[in-house]
């Protein structure tokens, strides 16, 4: 799974935009389900982001055991990946390393 510029819930997402979590009817906790997780995952965000705070992709990683987590100096969330090349490197790394990225031969 990869996940990039992404929220805890929407409930601790909606409340930094004054919308009381009890108002959320559908809360996507992804750190509920990412807790228990059983697969490989890549979280990625920009250090800079202006639409959901980095701290969100901080905390998946901290709850989501093995993961992989890069964090971009500098981008915000609708420039996000500002080096597209290093994003691209990051995510073929972490395919290649799960035995996800199938090789011509």
């Known amino acids: 799974m990869i996940l990039q510029s ?13 919308v009381p979590p009890v108002l959320c009817a559908h809360p996507f906790r992804n750190d509920r ?11 990625v965000h920009g250090s800079a982001d202006e639409i959901i705070p980095v701290n969100h992709g901080r905390r998946l990683h901290e709850l989501t055991k093995g993961s992989v987590y890069h964090e971009h100096a500098g981008d915000g969330h609708n420039d996000f990946p500002r080096d597209r090349e290093r994003h691209e490197r990051e995510v073929i790394e972490f395919l290649d390393t799960n ?7």
């Open 99 to 105: 035995g996800l990225l199938e090789r011509a031969e």
């Open 33 to 43: 389900v990412l807790e228990r997780a059983m697969y490989p995952v890549l979280i």
């Open 6 to 18: 992404t929220f805890t819930s929407v409930s601790c997402f909606a409340w930094g935009f004054g």
